[in-house]
């Protein structure tokens, strides 16, 4: 069936550290957004981002659509980077955003 | 431009009753989707509208339905609650469709007692 998978599940870091997130996802994708939901429950839409890489600050987003995985970059994190990082693709398989499980990242000051 | 606004924010609901949640999408959104986020279970997706028509609709029971108006608003309904319907209900709008950035309101967090 169709699967997202985002790695690691969790992560725990010392504020000031960088982190990578994974996405990898199952079949060939139109496009693909990662959010980001604070402890209390805002999901913030971060990227949306089909193809190729973006920027914002300190994220970035790269989605490497033809191996089928994207990557979330948080340099020099902040406490307030804290929370749930979600990827969401949109898949030629099916009519709606498939949802991955999330990754918890707790930076701690 | 104002945000995607949800209400309440809080509700607390006895077994059996029903209740009413409703959602401003952003101006100029014409999508509105709804998912039911619970601990173990991650985002659930609901259904989605787009002009007044409901577009596609995740596996729940018929007891959650929902509608949208001509101005885009859209409210979901459960009726019948259970234990289990206890959640953090979540609105998110975009401009067209599941091909355009969506963006959340703050949710409505339902507890079912």
């Known amino acids: 069936g169709i699967q997202v998978e985002q790695s690691p599940p969790d992560l725990i870091l010392q504020e000031g550290a960088n982190s990578t997130l994974r996405c990898n996802f199952s079949?060939?994708?139109?496009?693909l957004q990662w959010f980001h939901q604070n402890p209390w429950g805002q999901l913030i839409n971060l990227f949306y981002i089909p193809s190729g890489t973006k920027q914002n600050g300190r994220l970035s987003a790269t989605t490497v659509a033809t191996e089928r995985y994207s990557l979330l970059y948080i340099s020099s994190s902040q406490t307030t980077d804290s929370g749930v990082y979600f990827c969401a693709p949109h898949m030629d398989s099916n009519y709606q955003l498939i949802w991955g499980a999330g990754t918890k990242l707790i930076i701690k000051p | 431009k104002a945000g995607v606004t949800q209400t309440p924010r809080y509700l607390i609901k006895t077994r059996g009753q029903q209740v009413t949640l409703s959602c401003s999408p952003i101006s100029g959104h014409r999508s509105v989707s709804w998912y039911q986020q619970t601990p173990g279970q991650g985002l659930q997706f609901l259904f989605e509208?787009?002009?007044?028509?409901?577009?596609n609709k995740g596996n729940f029971p018929g007891r959650f339905s929902g509608r949208q108006f001509s101005n885009s608003r859209s409210e979901m309904n459960v009726s019948t609650l259970e234990l289990g319907d206890s959640a953090l209900y979540l609105c998110?709008?975009?401009?067209?469709?599941?091909?355009?950035?969506?963006?959340f309101g703050n949710g409505t967090r339902l507890t079912v007692t």
């Open positions: 509208y787009f002009s007044e028509t409901q577009r």
């Open positions: 079949d060939s994708v139109n496009n």
């Open positions: 998110a709008s975009s401009f067209l469709d599941r091909d355009s950035p969506l963006h």
